[in-house]
């Protein structure tokens, strides 16, 4: 791949956000085919050397009643390097969709040759692990794991966790295009390529989103809830620096991938509120405007690429209803940080409020939030699932 070094750098605190960088060339050849002058802004990295990274990383697939078509497609785009997690939060009942998951990712396997994991989100096992490690919030009223995308992802994170792997990445099911997702995992290991700490995020922005505008297909650069979060984490950025920015560009980029060392010390919050959460605890925990619960890691600090895919994103399309849920739960998180000015406060309450998301003199509800996962002990969770068919393929890979 070559890619366009980023321009742009913000400081805050011990963390570097690096403004939207471009991919020149998709796949630019060996270690051999290196330009001996390469120009200073464009880097090329060699096969060899992200598919050493794509060794060490875990794709993590939530998944709630897609179409299997489409997850065929996508995990037909995975690297094959790549170990694939997939989480599973489909009914059981009446029609037992998880074991039709569970049967193409199985029958995917055996064309492929590789191995894979797969756990439902209510499995058994992960419930009694969460409780014997006192995680017990991600559990609901009735004891069962909650529904929500995060919730998923904190498994899958915790998953590949124990099957020690140095890097996560996220990939929707719903997506059309297998060669977006092959670009995407490439891209995440071109941002830890680059990285020079070992506490990164590679956020995808898409150069666009087809969508069919009066019969003909029109390509959007933005999201309708992109939009709004991205204005909203910029000014909030914005007002620290004293100088506006715009440098944020993947507020709710659900396709990212970290280091596990960053996973395992980001606090989650539930379902589709976890990424601009993300962003937000990054900054509550290493942007120096508060003290750092891990100072450790201020000293090396923590890197956020923003890449920008060549591909179309293209994927099920949501209703309005789902947007603005979205967009809802993304200013909520924004409004409900400590280090959210009051300026913004009043302006994401009136938003709200105008969106008629919220009636007037009502206090913004916040999503349910999960403490990081350092506090879970790794040889009890694993001792627990040790006997579930994904701990068995875990116990394989660890051997
Ligand atoms: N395990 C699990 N559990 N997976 C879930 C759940 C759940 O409760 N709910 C949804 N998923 C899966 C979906 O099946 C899909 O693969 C992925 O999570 C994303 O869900 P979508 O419903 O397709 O989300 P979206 O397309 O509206 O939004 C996506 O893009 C946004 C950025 O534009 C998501 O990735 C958002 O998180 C992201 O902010
Ligand atoms: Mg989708």
């Not at 085919?33 to 990274?53: A, F, L, M, R």
């Not at 124990?162 to 295009?177: S, T």
């Not at 008629?356 to 939030?369: A, C, D, E, T, Y």
């Amino acid at each position: 791949m070559k890619i366009e070094i980023p321009r742009e750098i913000e400081r805050f605190g011990a963390i570097r956000f690096h403004g939207l960088q471009k991919v020149f060339e998709l796949d630019s050849g060996l270690k051999a085919d290196s330009p001996k002058n390469q120009i200073g802004t464009v880097k090329q990295i060699p096969y060899e050397d992200y598919y050493e990274i794509q060794k060490k990383m875990a794709i993590v697939v939530p998944i709630r009643s897609e179409r299997l078509r489409l997850l065929e497609g996508v995990l037909c785009g995975i690297p094959h390097k790549c170990l694939i997690i997939m989480v599973s939060n489909s009914p059981r009942t009446p029609i037992d969709r998880f074991k039709m998951e569970e049967e193409a990712l199985n029958n995917f396997c055996t064309f492929v040759n590789k191995k894979a994991i797969i756990a439902h989100q209510k499995d058994p096992y992960l419930v009694k692990a969460f409780e014997k490690t006192k995680y017990a919030n991600i559990l609901n009223k009735s004891g069962e794991i909650r529904d929500g995308k995060a919730e998923g992802m904190i498994i899958g994170t915790i998953l590949a966790w124990l099957a020690g792997k140095k890097y996560i990445g996220f990939v929707d099911a719903d997506n059309y295009f297998p060669g977006a997702i092959e670009e995407y995992v490439r891209e995440y290991a071109a941002g830890f390529y680059l990285s020079t700490s070992p506490y990164s995020m590679v956020r995808i922005a898409w150069q666009s989103k087809p969508k069919i505008v009066e019969e003909k297909l029109f390509f959007h650069k933005w999201g309708r809830a992109s939009k709004n979060t991205n204005w909203l984490l910029n000014q909030m950025l914005s007002h620290y620096y004293g100088f506006e920015s715009e440098l944020i560009k993947t507020g709710n980029a659900g396709e990212h991938a970290m280091t596990i060392d960053l996973a395992m010390l980001l606090d989650y919050s539930s379902g589709y509120s976890v990424e601009p959460y993300h962003f937000i605890n990054l900054v509550e925990k290493f942007g120096g405007i508060k003290e750092s619960p891990f100072p450790k890691v201020m000293k090396p600090g923590i890197e956020v690429f923003q890449i920008e895919s060549r591909n179309p994103h293209l994927h099920e399309v949501g209703e309005t209803e789902h947007i603005d849920d979205m967009s809802f739960v993304a200013m909520q998180v924004i409004y409900h940080s400590p280090i959210c000015p009051d300026k913004l406060k009043k302006e994401i309450y009136n938003t709200m409020v105008k969106r008629k998301l919220l009636s007037k003199n009502v206090k913004p509800p916040q999503p349910v939030k999960f403490s990081s996962l350092t506090t879970i002990d790794e040889k009890l969770f694993f001792n627990v699932i040790e006997a579930s068919s994904y701990g068995k393929v875990i116990k394989e890979i660890r051997s």
